[in-house]
C-alpha cells in the first residue's frame, strides 16, 4: 500500500476507507467492461436509453468518479484536483487504461487531512438538486460504479 493511503496519513479513517473502496470499485466496473467489450455484449434489458454503447456507460461512469471528486473538492474548499475531462466516446477504450490511472490517482490526495466533522456535517446542493454532505457523496461515489458493474455482468453472464 502506497504511503498515502496508509492509515497514519489521514485524518479521518472514513475518508480513506471510502476512497480505497472506490477505487476498489471504479476497478471492478472497468474490468467487467472490458469484459463485455471483448464479448462485444449489446447493450440490452437494461435501463439505458435505445442507442447506448458500452463506451457511452464507460463515459458516463467516469464522467461522475471525475465529478464526485471536483464536487466534493469545491464544496471542501479544497485545491482543484486537477483531473483531466473524460475522454470523448470515440477516444475512451483506447485511452481508458491511462485515464482510470489519472483518475484513481487524483482521488488519492485531497481528502487526507480533512477532518470527519468537514465531511460529516454541512449539506451541499449537488449537481442534481439534492443535498449531501461530502461523506454521503463520497459513498454514493463509491455505489455508482457497483451498479453499472452489476448490469455489466448480467449482460456478459459474468
Known sequence: MSDVMSADAWEY??????????????SRFIEAWKVAKARAVPV???????????ENILVHVLHWARDY???SCENLRLPDPACAPVPA?????????????????????PF???PQDALCEAQY????????TVEALLEHAVVHPMRHRLQLEELTGA
Do not use: C, F, M, Q
Not at 466516446?89 to 490526495?109: C, G, K, N, Q
Not at 446542493?125 to 449531501?132: A, E, F, L, T, V
Open 69 to 71: 471528486l471536483v464536487w
Open 44 to 54: 440490452t434489458g437494461i435501463k439505458y436509453k435505445p442507442g447506448t454503447t458500452l
Open 13 to 26: 479513517g472514513g475518508a480513506r476507507s471510502l476512497v480505497i473502496l472506490h477505487e476498489r470499485e471504479l
Open 125 to 132: 446542493r449537488s449537481r442534481w438538486g439534492k443535498d449531501y
Open 89 to 109: 466516446v470515440t477516444d475512451i477504450a483506447r485511452e481508458l487504461d491511462s485515464y482510470s490511472d489519472h483518475l484513481l490517482a487524483r482521488w488519492r490526495e
Open 112 to 114: 487526507r487531512e480533512v
